[in-house]
């Protein structure tokens, strides 16, 4: 006879649980993080380190934003933004603004948007 079978969890919760070590959001230097953030590795993968944590040093070695490396992953934005804040913190990744604020509140610039928009129009 066969040992019983453990019910597997078909959300992935638990799996999720396991990954952020019971952590629900990220918190301190990832707080700020959106979908557009831009992530780079800062340092090599070095043995000991949670899987997902070496697999995003290996792709981020290049510039990637947080929804492409959460749809490489598979994971959700908060699961994701937790292991970030744990490489952030430990110095490991740099997180960017895709595009340099020229001046806080100012908004983007309508010089560009009038020229996309006329761009557009001509298509």
Do not use: W
Request: hydrophobic share 40%.
């Amino acid at each position: 006879m066969s040992a019983p079978r453990r019910p597997t969890d078909p959300s992935g919760l638990e799996r999720y649980y396991v990954l952020t070590k019971g952590r629900s959001g990220p918190g301190g230097s990832a707080s700020s993080l959106d979908v557009a953030t831009l992530i780079v590795t800062r340092v090599a993968p070095v043995p000991g380190l949670q899987h997902e944590h070496e697999d995003i040093l290996r792709r981020c070695r290049d510039p990637l934003s947080v929804a492409e490396l959460g749809a490489h992953l598979g994971l959700p934005f908060n699961i994701l933004a937790v292991l970030l804040t744990d490489l952030l913190e430990a110095g490991r990744v740099e997180a960017r603004d895709p595009i340099p604020a020229h001046g806080a509140g100012r908004g983007p610039d309508l010089a560009l948007l009038e020229e996309v928009l006329s761009g557009l129009q001509r298509l």
